[in-house]
């Protein structure tokens, strides 16, 4: 990469103003929907360290750099010549990347000797093996007194750093960026906030209080059936708001990462579209993957099934959770399965491809899908072995969630 294109990416250097025309910067200011998810309070800007950032595509991990950035250089006053931000879309290699940031630490600190630099690698995972040059760059020092910000849109990848990172120093972790919830949406568009209960609380609630509860959440419930309907990435609220509706073409972008990112890791969009007819159908109900498997005449094989769903939680997009057996507290991965999308776009894209609609109860049932993940590891994107999990006897009975730390039983009911 020429140090013209750096320069290209990195108009601030310049003129610090230009971060103010950023097109990621332009957009969240004129958004309906102006959501500052609470991942941002999770990154010590002051304190050296390495984060990665995960989430599907199209959920904002580029504006969250970009209003990282603006933050620094508007309201901390921090010469924007000691941050580096990339799109490593055109990053060949990791040999590549590691010259650029050699490249820009030893320039930047003949200037800049002592504070931390500030490195943000946008979507990360584009190049091959880059945990290995990350480590590589720790272990040599360039690194040292640097705030560095991974993202991607995958859990393949950035699964593996995980094992070749060093020990962390500083503040880094490793994050997710998920869909905005319920209360998220709810207090971005009426910049209003709203009493928050653990479910521990809510169990050990009295009815009168519960009955409270439904009172003060009355107001809110026009706002569910909107929320049913937009789920919560951004540019489908922002877009919902402002016209009523969402386009053709505002849809034809989440069907394509949908269905395009299978392509990323070596596998067909047609036979991920077979797979995907089948999905409606199971979408919060028990199911194996053998019986998946009969349903689908064009796949070859179990394994095939398997590949191709389990690479939708890493990407994000489906997520699958195992029966938990209540005794031992294990999952019990030969039995029966349940499916769930990531979001309500994601749900819409699967009834807009297959003309099969999801019935409104399944999806209450995944919006509270949606919401118990953040309470559980994500280290395996949405292959949730350590939860949140279900159960069913014999018998057939059947326990929709259990989740949290508690192991708490949830049951979804719905009643329009």
């Known amino acids: 990469m020429k140090l013209q294109e750096l320069f ?18 332009l957009n969240f200011k004129n958004s309906s929907f102006k959501w500052e998810p609470s991942v941002l309070n999770e990154m010590n800007l002051h304190d050296e360290g390495i984060y990665t950032l995960r ?33 490593l879309d055109n990053v060949s290699s990791k040999e590549e990347l590691i010259d ?4 820009f630490s030893k320039f930047r600190r ?37 705030f560095v910000l991974l993202t991607g849109s995958s859990a393949h990848d950035i699964q593996k750093s995980k094992e070749r990172f060093p020990g962390r120093k500083g503040s880094g972790k490793d994050l997710v960026l998920y869909p905005a919830t319920f209360s998220e949406f709810v207090e971005t568009i009426k910049n209003a906030r709203f009493q928050k209960y653990r ?23 026009d706002d569910f059936q909107l929320y049913m309907l937009t789920g919560g990435f951004p540019l489908i609220i922002d877009e919902f708001l402002k016209t009523g509706g969402n386009s053709e073409q505002t849809l034809g972008i989440f069907r394509d990462v949908f ?22 159908e199971v979408m919060g109900r028990r199911i194996s993957w053998q019986a998946l ?77 949606c919401h118990l993940v953040k309470l559980h590891p994500i280290e395996s994107g949405l292959i ?8 069913y006897s014999d018998r057939g009975k059947e326990v929709d969630f259990i989740a949290g730390e508690e192991y708490t039983p949830i049951e979804v009911k719905y009643q329009n």
């Open 110 to 146: 003949r200037t800049f000797p002592n504070g931390l630099l500030y490195i943000f690698l946008d979507e990360i995972t584009m190049v091959h093996d880059w945990q290995y040059a990350i480590k590589y760059l720790w272990d040599i020092g360039i690194l040292t007194n640097c």
């Open 8 to 25: 290209i990416q990195n108009p601030w250097w310049e003129d610090e103003t230009k971060i103010e025309l950023d097109r990621h910067i």
């Open 293 to 369: 498997k009969r349903s689908v005449d064009e796949v070859e094989s179990i394994h095939t099934v398997i590949e191709y769903v389990e690479t939708l939680a890493l990407n994000y997009m489906i997520g699958i959770i195992f029966f938990l057996d209540i005794n031992s507290k294990f999952i019990k991965p030969k039995k029966s399965k349940k499916l769930y999308s990531i979001d309500s776009i994601i749900t819409r894209v699967m009834e807009n491809i297959t003309g099969k609609e999801i019935p409104p109860g399944f999806k209450v049932e995944n919006v509270v899908y």
């Open 100 to 103: 650029i940031l050699i490249s």
């Open 259 to 280: 269905l395009g990112e299978i392509e990323r890791f070596g596998k067909r969009r047609v036979t991920l579209l077979q797979i995907t007819k089948k999905l409606p």
């Open 199 to 221: 479910l521990q609380e809510i169990i050990g609630l009295t009815e009168d209080e519960i009955k409270n509860i439904e009172f003060e959440t009355s107001s809110v419930y």
């Open 55 to 87: 989430g599907p595509r199209q959920i904002g991990k580029t504006t969250i750099l970009k209003l990282l950035m603006h933050k620094l250089i508007k309201e901390e006053n921090l010469p924007p010549q000691r941050i580096l931000y990339l799109s």
């Open 384 to 391: 949730h072995t350590e939860g949140p999990y279900f159960w």
